[in-house]
């Protein structure tokens, strides 16, 4: 495996437990569900949970495209979870279009440097 | 009779290293030295460690069966070795924007083009000519610096400090040239590598050294932190104060002791260290003591997890730089021994002691 890209995600605070539910598919090690527990704002106050994680670039191909079909998302988000979580709840359908219409990205390199780009500011 | 070059060898002195880890596992100690030898990709020890890939598992290196890790992708360290070129697609620099620390950096180019920087850096970098290497440095804020091409500028280099080291192509992700010591690059934002077992209490007497560098982070950092939930008790967390190293010392109650040194060394590779026997604690900088010796009688500490890069419970203290090897034990280690594995902590990190 060669991490070759990097990704941020952030979404409304709200989100932050299907967003942690559905990075426990996401992250090849066993450890995602920890993801999106630090907090930023944005100009107007609003609070996101935020991650950034390096990765390999076709995982980032994948969530732009992911981000535009809620259902493709959680098909692989079911398929992940059914060998590697089968006793943990998924997100709902409703939960993980929310999510995606929500959702903030970047690609640039490094946590710092894509909240930037997406307007936030690190908050704890 | 003893051939002379055999006497030779009897004689020559013991490696460093073997000395200090000798001394390491004298005190039932621990030695995290990251390189591709000790880390591993993910959590479980199962794809060996890569150059300027993430760090998954960090283990000991003088077999105490401790070891540091962290499952969740993000919160990665990476393994670099040597100098870390920050621009991206460097072989033929496009204009591009940097996110960097506020400490000198040299940014060095071939070609005929020039680089003008805005943002949080300024100045411009005139080339010369296709076979010429010219740099410039320059101290920017932290944030956002914008690198803004015009002509043609090849095998760009942006590197911390204030000196030009060689060259490395970047594409997509930062690179480290792989010449020099191997070391952790933490972002200061939510990286830790979290210890399998606590390894010291309160009412131990402890060493530990760290060898690191800092570039940002938070207003206080933790290169190793033991500790508990609020109130917050600790043992022997060596970080920084701003720039300027420090140590704190803390109980489950309101006794703290908190050491700080008399000088920042803001991007400079040092050795700090801490030394508690009975109350009394100290700081160390480059093997010499900094502020004052502290006696402050500490009570009882209930201590539940220890992080490499972060506070002990692993949610704040972020460090923000690279961390080239960190040992600790347990037990009165004399002067003599300590100043051994300072010295070669210090090899380990490029700080010669």
Redesign the interface.
């Known amino acids: 495996m060669i991490y070759d890209a990097y990704i941020t995600l952030a979404v409304p605070a709200p989100m932050t437990e299907t967003a942690k539910r559905l990075s426990q598919a996401f992250d090849p090690d066993v450890g995602g569900y920890l993801a999106f527990e630090r907090e930023a704002t944005d100009a107007t106050g609003k609070v996101y949970a935020v991650y950034g994680t390096p990765c390999e670039s076709s995982f980032a191909a994948a969530m732009a495209y992911l981000q535009s079909d809620p259902q493709a998302l959680l098909d692989s988000t079911a398929r992940d979870y059914a060998v590697r979580w089968p006793d943990d709840p998924l997100p709902t359908l409703a939960e993980v279009t929310q999510f995606c219409a929500d959702l903030k990205m970047s690609y640039v390199y490094g946590i710092q440097a894509g909240m930037e780009e997406i307007g936030l500011t690190l908050i704890s | 009779m003893i051939p002379s070059a055999t006497i030779a060898t009897i004689l020559a002195p013991i490696p460093l290293a073997r000395r200090a880890q000798a001394i390491l596992r004298k005190y039932g100690g621990s030695l995290f030295a990251p390189s591709q030898a000790t880390c591993w ?4 020890g199962t ?1 060996p460690g890569a150059q300027d ?2 760090v ?1 598992k960090l283990t000991c290196s003088v077999g105490s069966g401790l070891y540091a890790s ?7 360290p ?1 393994l670099r070795k040597g100098a870390k070129n920050w621009v ?1 697609n460097s072989a033929t620099l496009a204009t591009q ?3 960097v620390p506020n400490v000198p950096m040299t940014l060095s180019i071939y070609g005929t083009g020039s680089i003008t920087l805005s943002g949080t850096g300024s100045g411009t970098l005139n080339g010369t000519g296709a076979g010429n290497r010219v740099s410039l440095t320059f101290t920017p804020t932290a ?2 610096c914008t690198f803004t091409v015009t002509g043609s500028v090849t095998s760009a280099m942006l590197e911390t400090g204030s000196s030009v080291s060689a060259y490395v192509a970047t ?4 690179l480290s040239n792989s010449i020099g010591p191997w070391w952790l690059d933490f ?4 990286d830790r590598l979290n210890l399998s077992a606590v390894p010291l209490q309160l009412s131990d007497d402890l060493f530990i050294v760290s060898g690191n560098r800092y570039l940002s982070g938070v207003a206080t950092q933790a290169t190793l932190g033991i500790g508990g939930p609020s109130p917050y008790p600790n043992v022997g967390t060596l970080g920084y104060s701003g720039s300027t190293p420090r140590v704190t010392y803390r109980d489950s109650a309101s006794g703290i002791a908190i050491i700080v040194s008399d000088t920042s060394t803001l991007a400079q590779a040092i050795v700090q260290s801490t030394r508690k026997q009975g109350t009394e604690k100290v700081l160390r900088i480059n093997g010499g003591q900094k502020g004052e010796t502290d006696n402050t009688v500490l009570g009882a500490a209930t201590l539940s997890a220890a992080s490499i890069g972060a506070y002990g419970t692993g ?1 704040s203290s972020f460090f923000g730089g690279a961390i080239y090897a960190i040992a600790l034990g347990k037990g009165a280690i004399t002067d003599s021994e300590l100043k051994i594995v300072e010295r070669y902590i210090g090899q380990l990190s490029g700080v010669s002691l």
């Open positions: 990709q993910d959590s479980a794809t890939q993430p998954g962290q499952s969740s992708s993000g919160y990665r990476v991206l924007s940097v996110t944030g956002s594409t997509t992700v930062p972002d200061g934002s939510d949610g």
